[in-house]
């Protein structure tokens, strides 16, 4: 009894805070991209850089600025950032009106990487709303954190780099952003051998988790950034260019990085339905326990004699108790009867 009264109060009404409303929060992402104001150079991966130093398929490199490398462009969810480009020039020679019109490869196609996206910064600008609670914040307006590759919970606050920090946007390179997910960008494509995720692309899920139920006042209320690689996938994406006439075109084919953003979490507010509602359950769970055990007791247990002797009490035998009833009021008419005939002999 006394194991179930402290499960209800320190586990069901405490710790799992069974007077909370939980909602899952949902919400707004903006991001924007900004290259470095100094590209790196001597970088591995370019072969007009330091040829044959790469264990992967080299290419020469070319530098991009943040319009360029951004594509496809304005998704409030999701964000992709180039890292390799194959050029395609195509011309028709033809009128669309003719289902035998198709476009014809004019030139050797140029494939290319795009130089040193790891020093890219990323804006990450969001807001939670909690609809039932009515709750509202933007990221700039709580305490955030990211979570590293070792499971922590950390923040950063590094010059122009800041995450999690009051009254500061969220500023991080893909870099750093890919390494707290433990993904390297010249490590081997899941899809083949000889390319690198650099080569391939990949599809990457950044979760911002919201929550208020980590501490006892519902005013606090902290972000989580963590980031979970797509197993076994890669991201290309093509972009049509027309040049002078539909009649002429480029094709970029873009291999990149996906950014994926999901909102969740747990946004609680006090209800006092969910309360008795909580209060309810567990007692009832109290009275199916106090059934089991009195069953046991009297039923199972070597000494159920004994329980059973203690816990009811023996009384007479209900036709026995019927029958003493009835000649108790027997006696009480007759002498009822006596009282009235003496009364009668007086009159």
Not at 311 to 338: L, Y
Request: contains cysteine.
């Amino acid at each position: 009894m006394i194991v179930i009264i402290g499960y209800i109060i320190a586990y069901q009404l405490i710790y799992k805070k069974g007077y909370l409303e939980i909602e899952v929060p949902t919400g707004s992402i903006r991001t924007s991209l900004l290259a470095p104001s100094v590209f790196a150079t001597n970088l591995t991966y370019c072969n007009n850089q330091n040829p044959g130093l790469y264990p992967y398929t080299e290419l020469n490199c070319t530098y991009w600025d943040d319009p360029l490398v951004v594509f496809p462009i304005a998704q409030e969810t999701a964000f992709t950032a180039s890292t390799r480009v194959k050029v395609i020039n195509q011309t028709s020679n033809c009128f669309f009106d003719s289902p035998n019109c198709t476009f014809q490869d004019i030139s050797p196609e140029t494939n290319m990487y795009l130089a040193d996206v790891e020093n890219f910064t990323i804006l990450i600008d969001h807001t939670m709303y909690a609809p039932i609670s009515g709750i509202q914040y933007n990221a700039e307006e709580l305490e955030g954190y990211i979570q590293n590759q070792y499971g922590e919970d950390i923040q950063i606050n590094q010059g122009i780099t800041t995450v999690g920090i009051k009254g500061k946007p969220d500023i991080i390179t893909l870099g750093q952003l890919l390494e707290f997910g433990g993904i390297d960008l010249d490590s081997q494509s899941p899809l083949n051998e000889t390319h690198s995720i650099r080569y391939d692309g990949c599809v990457v899920f950044v979760f911002i988790t919201y929550s208020n139920t980590y501490t006892y006042s519902t005013n606090n209320i902290k972000y989580v950034y963590s980031v979970k690689k797509v197993s076994d996938t890669v991201y290309d994406v093509p972009e049509p260019v027309i040049l002078s006439s539909l009649q002429s075109r480029l094709i970029f084919k873009r291999h990149g990085i996906r950014l994926i953003f999901i909102q969740t979490g747990s946004i609680g507010s006090f209800r006092l339905e969910v309360l008795v509602l909580t209060l309810a359950s567990s007692l009832g769970l109290l009275a199916v326990s106090t059934i089991i055990v009195d069953q046991m007791a009297i039923r199972i247990l070597p000494q159920r004699k004994s329980y059973s002797s203690l816990k009811f009490q023996v009384t007479e035998k209900f036709e026995d108790a019927i029958t003493i009833i009835g000649s108790k009021e027997k006696e009480n008419d007759h002498v009822d009867d006596e009282k009235l005939f003496s009364q009668i002999d007086k009159l």
